[in-house]
């Protein structure tokens, strides 16, 4: 089974900047496309950012120019580069990676990003 696990998240000033990193515990084959969601206490997790492994990006209106989404296929890791994060952004995120023509899904545990002053 196919562990995914996510850092880098933590508490931060309004305006400011976190990387988050999400790896896979193994090879994952056949990967689809890789992506980041996020859940606000009370409210349904919704998508964030993803990419494909051809390399087309999507973004949630709320987060682009700000956030940005990269993959290495090769490690099995996703990463999200947010910046000028507001408190709005605060939120538990989670890691997707979907495999084998998208029958294949796999979650991480999540990860807290807090943005405070």
């Known amino acids: 089974q196919v562990q995914l696990v996510e850092s880098g998240g933590g508490l931060v000033q309004p305006g400011g900047s976190l990387r988050l990193s999400c790896a896979a515990s193994r090879r994952v084959f056949g990967i689809n496309r890789m992506a980041w969601y996020r859940q606000a206490p009370g409210k349904e997790r919704d998508l964030v950012a993803s990419?494909?492994?051809?390399?087309?990006?999507n973004y949630a209106d709320s987060v682009k120019g700000r956030f940005t989404i990269s993959g290495d296929n090769a490690k099995n890791t996703v990463y999200l580069q947010m910046n000028n994060l507001k408190p709005e952004d605060t939120a538990v995120y989670y890691c997707?990676?979907?495999?084998?023509?998208?029958?294949?899904?796999?979650w991480g545990a999540g990860t807290q990003v807090t943005v405070s002053s």
């Open positions: 997707k990676v979907t495999a084998n023509m998208y029958k294949d899904q796999y």
């Open positions: 990419i494909t492994v051809g390399g087309t990006t």
